[in-house]
């Protein structure tokens, strides 16, 4: 099968079974909007549902999501009122919101778009911080939205046994890039990527005593700024990272079931078995010793 040409204009629409519906997430549709200067928009090959005017707009009872890689326009509904389109913009469309679209004169226009619903896809969605009065994200031209919105297009096209399964994790994965986008944009200039992966070398590197303080020491940052940033950044503390990162030690040292509770706790970097003990039950909801007899007795009283 020959992959789709996305240099034109061209648009799938998919049958959905129970099953799919089931799974959580399921495509409804998906494809491409290369529009000339000048031309007609949009163009009258769409189903009924689907196609509209700049006059009358259009409802969709699914979520749309719509990449403009190239040109300018313009977008409007209800909620929103009008925003300006750049080259760059995410348009989140919502089931049930009036809407319209459309490239400024004299622009030329390409688009991405696929639509998708399921019971699990607003909790997806929210994530995202899009809202019905705030459709419109920028992130400018990113080669890993294209590419994903590649995959999308070629499983559509084959179809084979499943593919609705795998379009439902592009979704998810279409999602957490534009997470991770907005998460990038939110630290501006601060290069927060290199001062946190510094971070997490030093601290995975370090003496089991080493003190956070000198974390920050090293990285010629005040603690109060680094806290702050390395909290922003992992959703978690820098101390709290410290004892996931022991835990997670102590976890595979448990797998030798030979090897007694204190000297796990010793070379997991607990300063006291009664402390490891403590914090592994606080973590994990049992004590290190019940964990180890459930990995090898499944049916082991915690």
């Not at 907005?182 to 601290?203: M, N, S, Y």
């Not at 020491?217 to 410290?242: I, V």
Request: aromatic content about 14%.
């Amino acid at each position: 099968m020959q992959p789709l040409n996305t240099h034109s204009s061209f648009s799938q629409y998919f049958v959905i079974s129970k099953e799919d519906k089931a799974w959580g997430i399921h495509i409804l549709d998906c494809g491409a909007s290369i529009v000339s200067r000048g031309a007609n928009f949009p163009e009258r090959s769409h189903p009924d549902k689907y196609y509209f005017s700049w006059h009358r707009g259009r409802v969709l009872n699914e979520y749309q999501l719509i990449y403009l890689f190239r040109g300018r326009g313009i977008f409007e509904s209800h909620e929103s009122g009008r925003i300006n389109l750049n080259e760059g913009s995410v348009i989140l469309v919502f089931p049930g919101v009036w809407h319209r679209y459309k490239p400024l004169v004299d622009e030329e226009w390409q688009t991405y778009w696929v639509g998708y619903d399921g019971p699990i896809v607003k909790q997806v969605m929210d994530k995202l911080h899009f809202l019905p009065n705030y459709p419109v994200q920028e992130i400018g031209y990113q080669k890993k939205i294209i590419q994903i919105f590649h995959q999308i297009f070629d499983v559509g096209q084959a179809e084979f046994s499943g593919y609705q399964q795998v379009l439902s994790g592009e979704i998810v994965k279409l999602a957490g890039w534009l997470h991770a986008l907005r998460r990038k944009a939110e630290f501006g200039d601060h290069d927060a990527d290199a001062i946190i992966r510094k971070a997490r070398v030093i601290i995975m590197n370090s003496p089991d005593d080493f003190s956070i303080d000198k974390v920050a020491d090293e990285l010629n940052m005040g603690y109060s700024s680094f806290r702050k940033l390395f909290k922003e950044y992992t959703g978690m503390a820098p101390g709290q990272y410290q004892i996931q990162l022991k835990l997670k030690r102590a976890i595979n040292l448990l797998y030798d079931k030979n090897k007694p509770i204190k000297e796990i706790a010793v070379e997991s970097g607990f300063s006291s078995p009664y402390y490891f003990s403590r914090i592994f039950k606080k973590k994990l909801g049992c004590s290190p010793l019940s964990f180890r007899n459930r990995l090898f007795d499944p049916l082991a009283n915690p």
